[in-house]
């Protein structure tokens, strides 16, 4: 898509230095990504600073500069000043690409446990309702049938709204990705309309970044606040984590639609699992209780934990209008993420997995 600089500067809230009447159709932070056509934003980062390759996009073609600090002296193309780099870039991502989450229904995944899977089975869901899928997850990138192996577990926002841009010209409908707290906290996911936003659980990790678990719960938070941007639709919450029902009751109390899940049988959760039943050879069976049915699941999946990412796939299919068959359909058929506790099938008497 082509838009001029000078509305990609008010979308920022940027000055801008010159003419911006010049066309852009791409935005990026990395220097051998820059091109004719695209403005490259410097980030100062922790061991590189961006600004060191101003001249050398400057002389590829590239349309201008998006930074933190004012043009160096002699500086003579389009120099756009903005208060943060990195959100900048989101927010520029978004509008350059002509706003892609805003075309498809965006499955946000988030939590410390479960992300990946549970982006496969909304994937697979969507594919049992007759839809085309999109996904972005630490193993991979897939828009339909066409698959990369994926890069990070959360791109930069250049990249998540370049392939977003992707999905929706290859007609997606909808599309999950994986929403880690560093990328959450880094603005990769800032600016993205999220149709739904799942939280899968929290447990001691990635302290060495956040340093306690406070700061690791206020990062995931982001995801549902507003403080990206805007909040989701729905926010699907696994209260059977302590930190999923604080989170629960403080959106609630900001009148948020919040969906919550449970395989202790909570009275008070929207989704629940009983009757669970797991078995090596024959993966695992148990009981989904919806508000609009029960139906008996038979997963290829092992194990308690994948019922609960089961549980946030079908409350977030349900949002999405998908109906109870096609979410039978698509836990029975799903084998998740290669890798992750994955069954091998044989002829023995014995299993193998894969994890």
């Known amino acids: 898509m082509n838009i001029s600089i000078d509305k990609v500067a008010t979308a920022i809230n940027a000055k801008l230095t010159s003419d911006g009447s010049d066309k852009v159709s791409d935005v990026t932070h990395d220097s051998r990504q820059a091109r004719e056509g695209s403005l490259f934003v410097a980030i100062k980062g922790l061991t590189l600073d961006g600004h060191r390759f101003v001249d050398d996009v400057m002389r590829r073609g590239a349309a201008g500069i998006i930074s933190e600090y004012d043009p160096p002296r002699g500086f003579s193309g389009a120099w756009l000043r903005v208060d943060d780099a990195r959100t900048a ?13 805003h075309s498809l229904d965006l499955i946000g995944i988030t939590g410390t446990n479960g992300k990946t899977t549970t982006t496969y089975l909304c994937f697979a869901l969507a594919e049992a309702a007759g839809i085309i899928p999109a996904m972005l997850t630490t193993v991979e990138y897939r828009i339909g049938k066409k698959s990369e192996e994926a890069v990070r577990t959360t791109p930069e926002a250049s990249d998540t709204n370049r392939f977003l841009r992707d999905s929706v010209d290859a007609g997606c409908k909808m599309a999950a990705m994986e929403a880690s707290s560093q990328a959450i906290d880094l603005h990769r996911c800032d600016w993205l309309r999220f149709r ?3 939280f899968t659980n929290l447990t001691q990790d990635h302290l060495d970044y956040h340093h306690t678990m406070e700061a690791y719960f206020d990062a995931k938070k982001k995801l549902f606040d507003g403080r990206l941007g805007e909040a989701p639709t729905s926010s699907v919450i696994n209260i059977d984590d302590e930190w999923g029902i604080k989170l629960a009751e403080d959106l609630r109390s900001r009148g948020q639609h919040v ?8 009275s008070a959760a929207g989704l629940t699992a009983e009757e669970v039943e797991v078995s ?3 993966g ?9 049915g029960s139906r008996r699941i038979s997963s290829p999946l092992v194990g308690r934990p994948h019922v609960y990412n089961m549980l946030s796939a079908s409350a977030a299919a349900l949002e999405l209008g998908y109906d109870l068959d096609a979410i039978v359909m698509g836990l029975n058929k799903c084998v998740g993420a290669p890798g992750r506790f ?3 099938p044989h002829d023995g008497d014995f299993a193998v997995v894969v994890d």
């Open 342 to 344: 994955e069954r091998v």
């Open 284 to 292: 695992t069976s148990f009981m989904l209780n919806t508000p609009i």
């Open 280 to 282: 090596l050879q024959k």
């Open 259 to 266: 969906i919550t899940t449970s395989q202790v049988l909570n």
């Open 196 to 198: 739904v936003a799942i």
């Open 89 to 101: 870039l989101a927010k520029a991502a978004s509008v350059i690409n002509g706003e892609p989450s």
